[in-house]
């Protein structure tokens, strides 16, 4: 017989599932690489004529069923000044997905954002960006992976019975716009970046009870890093957020070392470091890149009170990017947006 502990466990999660989707944003703990997630500003903000960049992120594995998240993106110039390089329009798009306890809860994101990028000196060190991203997304909350206490029988739950419980919509879209500014330099010795977005500018409604007065509160985040070379072969980079929604707030903050592997054709480093997430998780990093190829891979350590009730509490993420290189051109490679 199932044992009725997991009628409780159904009731708390559906509750929580509920109150996580209208309280905060899916992330990502390699925030770095999912640019057009973190700030429009960041379309076509690389060295090179396309990119292509996906990340993936199973968490709470262990507890349940786990957190999926997942998202991929394109953005490529669609405009250049022929004389200031630095100067040029992007375009990109962002599809993303979020599935919560073996797909009680779906979210599906569609984004397309236009980025103005255009130099602040002669020299090209300094750039400023501004981006606008408008979409839709589309929830689905499935009640039949719900179980309730009026199906429970002798034999254990029986989600076949009716729960005679009463719900609203079971599914919900809306549209939405972003937007987001970035200043960059880049000199001889290293890179800096400083960045500031909001997601929601409308506020949308959400709700899957009729209640028209629930709006998704605006994301505010502020962002900045950078990086310089350390000897002939090594380079440190670091970086940090803070974000802010409703009434939850992150900080993160961390840095890797890179070393650049002798090969006199191809461009190879190794990356390891970590991040600290704040009362939440320490996040060690290995990174690898061959060429236009760029590889990540996260493991959440969990510090919070969480870790002390479950022992099997993991959380994975994986990153890739690729870069459409353009060989006429000085690559400038930092990673930490």
Known sequence: ??????????????????????????????????????????????????????????????????????????????????????????????????RTSGGLLSSNYLNASLAYHFSLDYEEKNRLSIGFQGGFASKRLDFAKISFAD???????????????????????????????????????????????????????????????????????????GGFNVGLDGSIYGSGLFMSQGNISQAVVGMAYGKQLASSLDD??????AWYRNKDAVIPYVGYIYNNFQFGLTYDVNISQLSTSVSRYRSFEVSMIYIFLDKSEYRRFVPWY
């Open 1 to 98: 017989m199932i044992n009725i502990s997991k009628y409780y466990l159904s009731v708390i999660s559906f509750l929580f599932f509920c109150l996580i989707a209208d309280a905060q944003d899916p992330h990502f703990s390699q925030y770095f690489t999912a640019p057009l997630i973190l700030n429009p500003a960041n379309t076509g903000n690389f060295s090179g004529p396309g990119r292509l960049s996906s990340n993936f992120r199973n968490q709470w594995q262990g507890i349940g069923k786990p957190y999926i998240t997942g998202t991929a993106s394109f953005d490529t110039e669609i405009f250049k000044d022929r004389e200031n390089k630095s100067d040029k329009i992007a375009f990109g798009v962002t599809a993303l997905y979020d």
């Open 151 to 225: 199906q429970f029988t002798s034999n254990g739950f029986d989600l076949n019975l009716p729960s005679n419980q009463t719900f609203g919509l079971g599914t919900l879209t809306y549209g939405d716009i972003n937007t987001g500014l970035m200043y960059n330099y880049n000199g001889e010795a290293g890179s800096f970046y400083l960045g500031a977005s909001a997601y929601h500018l409308t506020r949308p409604k959400e709700s899957f009870l009729n209640n028209s007065m629930n709006r998704i509160p605006v994301r505010y985040t502020v962002h900045a890093g």
């Open 268 to 273: 190879i480093r190794v990356f390891a470091g």
